[in-house]
């Protein structure tokens, strides 16, 4: 399996709209991150977890040309709000499945009433096929198990994702015992990890490296960063030696 940080940025990207900071202003391209989301494909099979408002920006410069599910971790707009984009996807597929908690699926049901709706339904209006996510029930996405995750933004349930050996969490605060014990024996574990100060509804720099020793996964990649946590060169020479700063467009084996 191939994983692809489509995005690695907070809600608002870097740059910041109208930002003078050091890193809205860096000439690295690994500090310009668009919305955070992750595109998992291999034989058959191709799935993304989330689709922010970069979500067509990202599919262009992916190649991805056939959708078969999104994965939504939670409802904000950062996650989300790329839902219409899946068209030209729906055009040539039909349907594209989406998994989520049933509070996402009203969320965007009220979002993207043109979306749900079945009777007048507009006819360049994309569908989807609901599929309802229960943080103790795994699924099945194609050949492969996703086993849900369940964390707390603030006081928000989130959900991440374990695949295989890969889990993906973002946008996390909190997680109890039992649900870190669902990622025990991963090779890959991304987290996301705003910026070096706690903050109220994520986890810092500190937060997130404590969940990878409690992990202890081959690798971990830290993603959903803030342009407040530094230059990407600058921390990446901070951090252990099985843990990376993800970038937009890196891509990795599983």
Known sequence: MKVRFLGTGTSQGIPVIGSD???CLSSDPRDKR??????MYWEGASFV?????????????????????????????DHTAGLDDIRPFFFRQGDIPIYAQKRV?????????????????????????????????????????????LAYHGSLEVLGYRVGAFAYLTDVKHIEPEEIEKLKGVNVLVVSALRFEPHATHFNIEDALQLVNEVKPEKAYLTH????????AEVEDMLPE????????LEITI
């Open 21 to 23: 900071h050091p890193v």
């Open 34 to 39: 668009l919305r955070v989301s992750v595109w």
């Open 49 to 77: 977890i989330d689709c922010g408002p970069d979500f067509r920006q990202q599919m262009l410069v992916s190649g991805c040309s056939r959708l078969d599910g999104i994965l939504f971790t939670h409802e904000h707009a």
């Open 105 to 149: 699926i009203e969320s965007l049901k009220k979002r993207f009433d043109y979306i749900f709706e079945e009777e007048d339904k507009y006819p360049g209006a994309p569908s989807v096929k609901v599929n309802e996510v229960n943080a103790n029930e795994p699924f099945a996405i194609a050949d492969k198990t996703a086993v849900p995750v």
């Open 225 to 232: 960063i803030s342009h407040l946590m530094g230059f990407h």
């Open 242 to 249: 099985n843990v990376f700063l993800a970038y937009d467009n």
